[in-house]
């Protein structure tokens, strides 16, 4: 898989960067800095296809999901996480995910099919249209949520769904509301308060 690595010290925590449809392994560099600059920063380019836009995981449609090929995805990138973790010398619990949109969607497939390995994850726009039945333990994630109102791809119950995913979990969840489906400059700031607290 496409990647960047930018180590800014051994033994710091690591930003996975998970971009958005049609995004890069670079576009969520920019927030990671700004977030902590002291982090260090593994971006990782989706390996799907979608007319010529990257993806982490196929879809039938919008909100419409391949749920075999997620699955499938999901354990693909974690283990791509898992050999880059050994190649530049860092823990995945050191790991933190920076997610928009459909790089949101695939950290929540990995926390889901591997509970207790990723600790913290930062999640922009995310959807996740399905009902989990397994309850797995999230009672040491912290989670930050950035949410839409009005946003055209993830309807507002959707979004309550991925926050009740959460914290029916036991997640400790901070949530913040932005219009439309977005990543602003204002809920990026909440976000470096909540991780540097």
Same mark, same amino acid.
């Given at each position: 898989?496409?990647?960047?690595?930018?180590? +800014?010290?051994?033994? #710091?925590? /690591?930003?996975?960067?998970?971009?958005?449809?049609?995004?890069?392994?670079?576009?969520?560099?920019?927030? !990671?800095? @700004?977030?902590?600059?002291?982090?260090?920063?593994?971006?990782? =380019?989706?390996?799907?296809?979608?007319?010529? %836009?990257?993806?982490?995981? +196929? =879809?039938?449609?919008? *909100?419409?999901?391949?749920?075999?090929? &997620?699955?499938? =995805?999901?354990?693909? @990138?974690?283990?791509?996480? !898992?050999? +880059?973790?050994? $190649?530049?010398?860092?823990? &995945? $619990?050191?790991?933190?995910?920076?997610?928009?949109?459909? *790089?949101?969607?695939? !950290?929540?497939?990995? %926390?889901?099919? =591997?509970? *207790?390995?990723?600790?913290?994850? #930062?999640?922009? #726009?995310?959807?996740?249209? !399905?009902?989990?039945?397994? +309850?797995?333990?999230?009672?040491?994630? $912290?989670?930050? @949520?950035? @949410?839409?109102?009005?946003?055209?791809?993830?309807?507002?119950?959707?979004? $309550?769904? /991925?926050?009740?995913?959460?914290?029916?979990?036991?997640?400790?969840?901070?949530?913040?509301? /932005?219009?439309?489906?977005?990543?602003?400059?204002? /809920? #990026?700031?909440?976000?470096?308060?909540?991780?540097?607290?």
């Amino acid at each position: 898989m496409e990647h960047i690595y930018k180590e +800014k010290g051994k033994g #710091a925590p /690591v930003f996975v960067l998970l971009h958005g449809t049609g995004g890069t392994e670079n576009d969520l560099v920019p927030l !990671a800095e @700004l977030l902590n600059p002291g982090y260090n920063i593994l971006g990782i =380019r989706g390996n799907v296809q979608e007319k010529g %836009m990257n993806r982490y995981f +196929k =879809r039938h449609g919008e *909100g419409q999901y391949d749920w075999e090929d &997620l699955d499938f =995805r999901g354990n693909e @990138l974690y283990e791509f996480i !898992a050999r +880059k973790s050994r $190649e530049y010398d860092f823990k &995945l $619990e050191d790991v933190v995910f920076v997610g928009f949109s459909n *790089g949101s969607n695939i !950290a929540i497939q990995m %926390m889901l099919q =591997r509970p *207790g390995t990723f600790g913290k994850a #930062a999640l922009f #726009a995310p959807l996740y249209p !399905a009902d989990v039945e397994e +309850k797995q333990d999230f009672s040491d994630a $912290e989670i930050f @949520l950035s @949410l839409g109102k009005g946003d055209p791809i993830v309807p507002e119950p959707e979004s $309550e769904r /991925v926050i009740n995913l959460f914290k029916k979990r036991g997640a400790d969840v901070t949530t913040a509301w /932005v219009n439309g489906h977005s990543l602003t400059q204002e /809920v #990026a700031l909440e976000v470096k308060n909540w991780l540097n607290k």
